[in-house]
């Protein structure tokens, strides 16, 4: 993004955890998918799904990682008490990645990601320039030395000066960069806040997956209600949700996968074929590490994921990650969840160019909305 883009949304980001922070509520998780950007110009900071009243006692139990790796101040990191210089660090990422277009500390691996949080080790800016002394200030590994909410405000205005929201017509169109210029939804569903849908699918256009077209029969719909607009509810032997109108059914797969597609666009729902006690119950490891539909971003020669999530979805603990590879020089975008319910793991995954990545993110959510395990 232009800096004086990236310094206005910043600077709304920042007013929103300066309020947070006057109210004793530390945000912990601030990352590019927190960050929603509406019409008018307007910046929500969403998802306090993780945060931390300063004071009380942690929800989450000794030696448990809740966020976003590449997200993290280092002081979180070595398990020391978390201030608002940590939410601090994370607003330097995000003002980093916003202008830069790629993540200063997301490494190939977990323990690579760590190390560099930890060291503070970034790649030099190219392309900030006003912002270069706000960015390298917020990212020092000393909590103290980092500036407080009310510097960053002020630095970031003289900046912003003038700066209007980038329209749909003006927005630029490389890939990097229409990353942030679509809608930035969070994947990860947290029950202490419920997100509505910002907007249903009315598409029917001939080149969008949501067009009007007949559904494809096939043995694996045991149901074909009526769902929202643009969609229709389905249910299998263990789940029920809403699919876009139009895509095709298949059977179950010998993967135990049940599979919607539409040309280039795929969602995947892998209802209780891996128990959570195989994985030391970690479905953080599980994902990372073991998951099957997840293998192609291990084998890639070029992949990158966003930091994996602790989530909670109608009272079933899981986690939820963004990941992004290449197949055949095209770049693919893939949505994933997996939740622990009753000792199995249930997985919701989609797939698509991530040159349509707003467009993924939509059926993703709908689906997850309306996601519902049956027996």
């Known amino acids: 993004l232009p800096e004086r883009e990236a310094a206005r949304i910043g600077m709304a980001v920042t007013e929103a955890l300066a309020a947070a922070h006057a109210r004793g509520v530390l945000h912990r998780d601030v990352k590019p998918g927190n960050v929603l950007l509406g019409s008018g110009g307007r910046v929500v900071l969403t998802d306090f799904g993780i945060a931390y009243i ?3 006692e942690s929800l989450t139990q000794a030696g448990e990682f809740v966020g976003s790796l590449a997200y993290t101040a280092p002081e979180r990191m070595s398990g020391k008490r978390p201030g608002p210089a940590s939410d601090m660090w994370s607003l330097g990422v995000l003002l980093y990645e916003m202008v830069e277009a790629t993540s200063p500390f997301r490494r190939a691996s977990m323990e690579a990601t760590v190390g560099a949080v930890l060291t503070g080790k970034m790649p030099p800016l190219r392309r900030a320039d006003a912002l270069a002394p706000l960015i390298k200030a917020l990212l020092v590994t000393d909590p103290a030395a980092r500036p407080t909410a009310r510097t960053v405000i002020e630095a970031l205005r003289a900046t912003a000066g003038s700066a209007k929201p980038v329209s749909k017509s003006a927005a630029p169109r490389s890939r990097q960069r229409t990353r942030w210029a679509a809608a930035l939804l969070s994947t990860a569903v947290v029950a202490v806040i419920t997100l509505p849908l910002l907007e ?13 077209a007949h559904p494809t029969p096939t043995n694996s719909r045991s149901s074909s209600q009526t769902g929202a607009k643009g969609y229709e509810h389905v249910s299998q032997s263990g789940f029920e949700l809403e699919v876009p109108a139009g895509w095709r059914h298949h059977d179950k797969n010998a993967s135990a996968q049940y599979r919607y597609t539409k040309g280039e666009y795929e969602l995947i729902v892998v209802p209780g074929r891996d128990a959570v006690a195989n994985y030391a119950k970690n ?4 994902q990372r590490e073991y998951e099957p ?3 192609p971003y291990r084998d890639s020669t070029w992949a990158t994921s966003t930091g994996l999530t602790a989530i909670e979805v109608s009272g079933y603990r899981g986690v939820g990650g963004q990941f992004t590879w290449e197949v055949e020089g095209e770049e693919r975008i893939v949505l994933n969840r997996a939740l622990d319910i009753d000792g199995r793991i249930h997985l919701l995954v989609a797939i698509g160019p991530e040159a349509a990545r707003d467009t993924v993110n939509r059926f993703y959510d709908h689906a997850a909305k309306t996601y519902k395990p049956t027996k």
């Open 54 to 56: 300063v004071g009380e």
């Open 200 to 212: 249903r699918f009315d598409d029917d256009s001939p080149s969008s997956p949501f067009a009007s």
């Open 283 to 286: 479905l953080m490891i599980y």
């Open 293 to 295: 539909e997840l293998q």
